[in-house]
């Protein structure tokens, strides 16, 4: 009796299933781990060293703003490193090492900071990054310079640009023509690309991961690449190619699935990925960049707050309620 | 098993049911036959066990009473009337903290060890609906699930709509918790013969037992029991449910077994159906029999700081730390609950009394009381709102509870919440969402008036 003034009190429950936010950005680190494996293998060191990069600076940017801004730590929760990867493995292996950085501070301290951290964000910040390095510098984001994986300093068009700019004019010709691109080295990565979007086999595996771990659902990556294939399927290209080529994968595995900026709900999450997948292709078919990918996450990001109003569930024995007068 | 269940007693839930969480069972009292707990020397019996008005005192300072001596009641208000557990002399009648923090008079007595039973007491039987209702005020009888509704509201027969299928309810789906499953192997034949005036009384087309699968032997003694009654097979069923969080609320268990919505803002008889729980069938039952309204009470005492955890049988009143102090604990709790890990209350000392609605008391040590965790800011995983049995957003309604948005909250329907707590237990942000969840109930509550 005398320790009864001793004990907790609070709102239940009072068990909980363990899970953290760092656990959960740890997993996704796990599942980004063949991708960036086989960025070296495929592209060299120097493409570590551009994720280590990426990486130190989301941190350091992360740890500096909430410093200034007076708000807690949040490095522990482990989603600046998640940030820092992504945005690195969105880039081509041969950019200068300041490149990451610039990207990283745009990320970190813009997107995601100035709106108030983790969960504030409305678009996915290493997007973001991807996008203001790709107008700004766009000698070293756009142009055909892309290095070549496993040769040394040969550049090369990638897949996508190469449709876009009319040199490749049927993918059959193409498969037919380029060695290096047939189906099973684009499964493996052998082509030229941003380093972590080529090999499509360590990011199936890293997505596989994710949704055995229950991290993510598999809905928005499966509508999202099937809506894409689907769409330029219809208009005459190769479904396989299309799947395999450019960003598609990375984007719908890691990047649309970002749970602060796509929906909650099932309905909303189908509606989302059906507009990622659209707009991906409209820009793959008829745009003027070669590919649309990250365009298309960031335009349905600002979208997700009306699609979520439009498809929340109704609750438990819901029943419209009666107008006025009308009884 | 010795032989396969037949098959005409037990019956499937018609559908399945929405989000949901599955926390550990930890039922480790599962085995353990029901203990007397030693007579105290002085209980405290509080006048407010029920939703609604507390009861007013009938006997004085002084006063000798029995055991089912009428302690409390009241007749213009919503209440159930509260009886003595022991035989002895009232010693004090003061104003008491009672369960759920509210402050009401409470009735201290102390004890003669002798146990006599109110001299007065006898056998009530029941033909007719009014009758049954008439007995379940009578024996003072609340939702021994935790909820502490006043069972005699509950059968009332609604005018527009006949009850047609009666739910017992002993899906027990709360960690720890095993007093129900105890009740279903010790009192078998008395919940059947309940579960028979039931039948009698209300006349519903069916009386279904609805109970987790994870307690295989209470769902066989249940069914060995009903079928040695041939006259009644036909109406008496026994339904094995998945062992899925929260199976146990009311509006799951109607909606599993026979696929029909409550409404929101409706009890159960709005869709034809009538909901009480398994030990207070028994109660009400041994009322019927003998007289002897509700005393005492079957508790599990468990949890991570319990040496010896078991059921015990203890009169309503007895001190908490009485049944901590019987089965031991391995150093002072840090903290007491009154009811299950997901739903109870945290219990603000050891002093307070066991009341009707204390189906567990769970002592939990420093390692497991939570008082250690971080809240993070919500990452929008979604993991609340896929959990919710109830499809509701927790993550959306803290929000809008936070910059008080009545007109949001109507909007996404925040009243059929019912606190079971799977969106906090699945939260990776560890945010204190239940707590959310009530708060916003209350601004709604409030701003529709």
């Known amino acids: ?327 | 098993m010795a032989k396969p269940l037949p098959s005409s007693v037990l019956c499937k839930p018609v559908c399945r049911a929405r989000g949901g969480v599955h926390p550990p069972h930890n039922k480790f009292t599962a085995q353990s036959a029901t203990q007397t707990l030693p007579l105290p020397a002085a209980v405290t019996i509080p006048l407010a066990q029920h939703i609604g008005a507390p009861c007013l005192p009938v006997v004085s300072v002084g006063q000798q009473v029995f055991v089912g001596t009428l302690l409390a009641d009241r007749t213009d208000a919503l209440c159930a009337p509260i009886h003595s557990s022991v035989s002895g002399t009232v010693k004090a009648i003061g104003p008491m903290i009672c369960a759920g923090g509210r402050l009401a008079d409470g009735v201290t007595i102390e004890t003669d060890g002798n146990q006599t039973p109110d001299p007065d007491l006898q056998p009530f039987p029941v033909s007719s609906a009014e009758d049954l209702v008439a007995a379940a005020r009578a024996c003072g009888l609340v939702g021994l699930g935790g909820a502490g509704f006043p069972t005699h509201i509950k059968l009332r027969p609604s005018p527009e709509q006949p009850i047609d299928t009666i739910l017992i309810n002993a899906a027990e789906c709360e960690p720890h918790i095993t007093s129900d499953d105890r009740a279903c192997l010790e009192d078998t034949p008395l919940i059947v013969r309940g579960m028979h005036t039931l039948l009698a009384a209300l006349q519903p087309k069916q009386v279904i037992v609805g109970i987790e699968n994870n307690k295989p032997k209470a769902i066989e003694a249940l069914v060995r029991e009903i079928e040695g009654n041939p006259d009644a097979e036909n109406w008496l069923r026994v339904m094995p449910l998945p062992s899925h969080y929260p199976h146990g609320a009311e509006k799951i268990l109607v909606q599993v077994a026979t696929g029909r919505r409550v409404p929101a803002g409706k009890i159960p008889s709005f869709v034809g159906c009538s909901v009480l729980n398994v030990s207070s069938l028994a109660v009400l039952q041994n009322f019927i029999e003998t007289g002897m309204p509700l005393t005492h009470r079957r508790i599990t005492v468990d949890g991570p700081a319990v040496i010896n955890p078991q059921n015990l049988l203890a009169p309503i009143g007895t001190a908490i730390q009485e049944l901590l102090d019987f089965v031991g604990v391995h150093e002072p709790p840090a903290k007491v609950l009154s009811g299950g890990p997901m739903m109870g209350s945290a219990l603000l000392n050891t002093a307070m009394p066991v009341v009707k609605q204390t189906n567990a008391v769970l002592a939990f040590d420093k390692k497991n009381d939570l008082s250690d965790r971080h809240q993070a800011p919500c990452i929008r995983c979604g993991r609340c709102a896929t959990a919710c049995p109830m499809s509701l957003m927790p993550t959306l309604i803290e929000r809008y509870a936070k910059i008080n948005d009545i007109e949001n909250l109507r909007r996404v329907g925040v009243g059929v919440c019912m606190e079971c707590g799977s969106c906090a237990y699945s939260c990776p942000a560890h945010r204190p969402l239940v707590q959310y969840m009530r708060l916003a109930k209350e601004i709604e509550r409030k701003g529709r008036t």
């Open chain 1, 1 to 327: 009796m005398a320790d009864s003034s001793k004990l907790t009190v609070s709102a239940s429950p009072h068990f909980h299933c363990g899970e953290t936010t760092a656990a959960l950005m740890g997993d996704v680190l796990l599942a980004l781990l063949p991708a960036v494996v086989m960025s070296g293998v495929l592209f060299g060191w120097h493409s570590i060293l551009l994720i280590a990069v990426s990486v130190t600076a989301c941190l350091v940017f992360e740890y500096v703003t909430r410093l200034l801004l007076k708000r807690p730590n949040s490095l522990a929760d482990l989603s600046a490193a998640v940030t820092g990867v992504l945005l690195a493995l969105n880039l081509p292996s041969n950019v200068p090492w300041w490149l990451p950085i610039i990207g990283a501070f745009v990320a970190i301290v813009v997107v995601k900071q100035f709106f108030g951290g983790i969960g504030q964000n409305f678009v996915n910040p290493a997007l973001v990054g991807r996008i203001t390095l790709m107008v700004s510098f766009p000698q070293y984001m756009t142009a055909n310079q892309w290095a070549v994986p496993t040769t040394d300093a040969v550049t090369s068009a990638t897949p996508l640009a190469s449709i876009a700019n009319g040199d490749l004019p049927s993918i059959t010709e193409m498969f037919s023509k380029t060695a290096d691109v047939d189906p099973l080295s684009m499964f493996l990565g052998l082509r030229p690309g941003s380093m972590g979007e080529t090999c499509i086999a360590a990011l199936l595996l890293g997505g596989l991961y994710l949704c055995v771990r229950k991290v993510i659902s598999p809905v928005i990556p499966l509508v999202f690449m099937g809506t894409t294939v689907g769409i330029t399927w219809i208009f005459g290209q190769n479904p396989y190619y299309n799947l395999m080529a450019g960003g598609l994968v990375l984007g719908a595995v890691f990047m649309a699935t970002d749970y602060t900026t796509c929906p909650i709900n099932l309905k909303g999450k189908i509606v989302y990925a059906i507009g990622c997948g659209v707009i991906t292709a409209v820009i793959r078919l008829w745009g003027g960049m070669p590919e649309g990918v990250s365009i298309a996450i960031v335009l349905m990001n600002i979208l997700v707050p009306h699609i979520e109003k439009l498809t929340t569930p109704k609750p438990f024995g819901y029943v419209k309620e009666r107008k006025e007068g009308n009884v």
